[in-house]
Nanobody, 123 residues
Framework: QVQLVQSGGGLVQAGDSLRLSCAAS????????MGWFRQAPGKEREFVSA????????YYGDSVKGRFTISRDAAKNTVYLQMNSLKPEDTAVYYC????????????????WGQGTQVTVSS
């Protein structure tokens, strides 16, 4: 089992920045990467970003590319999502997730999920 504990989030104004954190514990050696997804009310869960452990490659959804940055502190088993130039359409519950096998873009590849954290961006 892998446990993921998220922190960060909150209410900000458009143009502001936020950083989300996701601390992993347990059998983290079984995972191949970490991703961030988000879900707004009435919408499907959306891929935001991910990072592969093997080569450090990073991936971003089109809606956040150039504004969000994913990074990892291996010593702390923690992944961060730095969110800059936030927009009202970024408002959602954000989830981190640990990936086992499969496509990095698909939520079905992620076996363990954090508790979710609300990000609200006011205009």
């Amino acid at each position: 089992q892998v446990q993921l504990v998220q922190s960060g989030g909150g209410l900000v104004q458009a143009g502001d920045s936020l950083r989300l954190s996701c601390a992993a514990s347990g059998r983290t050696f079984s995972t191949t990467g970490m991703g961030w997804f988000r879900q707004a009310p009435g919408k499907e869960r959306e891929f935001v970003s991910a990072i592969n452990w093997s080569d450090g490659s990073t991936y971003y959804g089109d809606s956040v590319k150039g504004r969000f940055t994913i990074s990892r502190d291996a010593a702390k088993n923690t992944v961060y999502l730095q969110m800059n130039s936030l927009k009202p359409e970024d408002t959602a519950v954000y989830y981190c997730a640990a990936k086992l096998l499969g496509s990095i873009w698909s939520a079905t590849s992620y076996a363990y999920w954090g508790q979710g954290t609300q990000v609200t961006v006011s205009s």
